[in-house]
T-cell receptor, first 111, second 116 residues
């Protein structure tokens, strides 16, 4: 079993929709949770970085962490075609540097 | 966040040869890392590049296959040695400890390697 599970998609939504992207994990030692966006043939771009449980909002993006369920989410409001990319969740243990990634969810926002 | 560049951006190599990938950061950083991204798989950490000492390798990766150098706080190289088609992948460097956001990791654009 992988430490981090993420539905690969593809996920196709109309412009303006609310997008929900999710990851589950099995290692309760993970303390820091991240979401990266990766456009085709580019490196991953850090979108959101959260510590422990709770919500964090940045513009149209909201990251949610539920440590009791080992479940994290990224919500994108008013989705735009420019949001079309692969979204990677990542997490790390407290005191560690190694990031453990999900496989990524491919998102397509259509006009 | 730091600006990270990688050279080459892509290459096609013959099996049995070696390729050295460079990672340059525009500011001093505490930590530098090398990851591999294979099609349909998650990013996997190869090693942590330590300045002035030997790199720390993850399980499944060895120094003879992936020698790494980090001569200073802004530069690192990863060599993929004695390549086989299974080494075809995207190789990414990442950095941590640059300015604000000390524990945030930022990635370079990647090097797309094809081994024939």
């Amino acid at each position: 079993q992988k430490e981090v599970e993420q539905d690969p998609g593809p996920l196709s939504v109309p412009e303006g929709a609310i997008v929900s992207l999710n990851c589950t994990y099995s290692n309760s030692a993970f303390q820091y949770f991240m979401w990266y966006r990766q456009y085709s043939r580019k490196g991953p771009e850090l979108l959101m970085y959260t510590y422990s449980s709770g919500n964090k909002e940045d513009g149209r993006f909201t990251a949610q962490v539920d440590k009791s369920s080992k479940y994290i989410s990224l919500f994108i409001r008013d989705s735009q075609p420019s949001d079309s990319a692969t979204y990677l969740c990542a997490m790390r243990r407290g005191g560690g540097n190694k990031l453990t990634f999900g496989t990524g969810t491919q998102l397509k926002v259509e006009l | 966040s730091a600006v990270i560049s990688q050279k080459p951006s892509r290459d096609i190599c013959q099996r049995g040869t070696s390729l050295t990938i460079q990672c340059q950061v525009d500011s001093q950083v505490t930590m530098m890392f090398w990851y591999r991204q294979q099609p349909g798989q998650s990013l996997t950490l190869i090693a942590t590049a330590n300045q002035g000492s030997e790199a720390t390798y993850e399980s499944g990766f060895v120094i003879d296959k992936f020698p790494i150098s980090r001569p200073n706080l802004t530069f690192s190289t990863l060599t993929v040695s004695n390549m086989s088609p299974e080494d075809s992948s995207i190789y990414l460097c990442s950095v941590e400890g640059s300015g604000t956001g000390t524990y945030e990791q930022y990635f370079g654009p990647g090097t797309r390697l094809t081994v024939t």
